[in-house]
């Protein structure tokens, strides 16, 4: 079975485009994460998805960035004006409902994104 | 505020030796604990957890609330231990299932 797939691999765009990063999450895992490493910082939480609702969306960092995940299955991330502080790599996590507290994510290879 | 510390960027280890990746963090609550590991050219994935307390790849961790530390221990390194080693935690509770992640530990095995 595949894992969590990521699209496009890489992007490098210009100050003020847009970009739509895209993520396929394991077929029948609810639930699906964003999450974002700027260079020489840690990885960190952008937004949950439970089905198609947002469940927290505590890490996004301002309304530039707008995350849909229409029906519960894919999500997509778009970043419009895209700013030089964007440049980064961003994962996608799924993972099936919680059992209790157990809740293994299993993440995609990443989107490299780099705003010139 | 959760956090996690991994205060070694880089650690670099003869093979057969000893390994100790250092992680402490701090959560008010009882966290999850977890280690993620990626391997050159490959995705992040879950090593061990704290609840398993089970032995991945000769790899063990042990959860100490009193030092709110989570340190990764090998008692013989590999070669294809080397790696990009990241500490991460979750809240137990419902609803908070986001990762908080240190900042990652480069464990380089010298042959």
């Known amino acids: 079975e595949a894992g969590v797939t990521q699209f496009p691999s890489h992007s490098v765009i210009e100050k003020g485009q847009t970009v739509t990063l895209r993520c396929d999450p394991i077929?029948?895992?609810?639930?699906l994460y964003w999450y974002r490493r700027v260079m020489g910082k840690e990885i960190k939480f952008l937004l949950h998805?439970?089905?198609?609702?947002?469940?927290?969306e505590s890490g996004m960092p301002n309304n530039r960035f707008l995350a849909e995940r229409t029906g519960g299955t894919y999500s997509t991330l778009k970043v419009q004006p895209a700013e030089l502080e964007d440049s980064g790599v961003y994962f996608c996590?799924?993972?099936?409902?919680?059992?209790?507290?157990?809740?293994?994510?299993?993440f995609g290879p990443g989107t490299r994104l780099t705003v010139l | 505020a959760q956090r996690v510390t991994q205060p070694e960027k880089l650690l670099s280890v003869f093979k057969g030796a000893p390994v100790e990746l250092k992680c402490n963090y701090s959560?008010?609550?009882?966290?999850?604990l977890f280690w993620y590991v990626q391997y050159s050219r490959q995705r992040l994935q879950l090593l061990l957890r704290h609840i398993s307390r089970e032995s991945i790849k000769g790899f063990t961790a042990d959860l100490n609330k009193g030092e709110t530390s989570f340190h990764l221990k090998k008692p013989f390194a590999q070669e294809e231990d080397s790696a990009m080693y990241y500490c991460?935690?979750?809240?137990?509770?419902?609803?908070?299932?986001?990762?908080?992640f240190g900042k990652g530990t480069k464990l380089s095995v010298i042959p």
């Open positions: 959560y008010s609550g009882s966290p999850e």
């Open positions: 996590a799924s993972s099936q409902s919680p059992i209790g507290s157990y809740n293994e994510q299993f």
């Open positions: 077929s029948g895992h609810d639930n």
């Open positions: 998805f439970v089905k198609e609702s947002k469940q927290d």
């Open positions: 991460a935690l979750s809240g137990s509770g419902a609803g908070s299932y986001q990762l908080t």
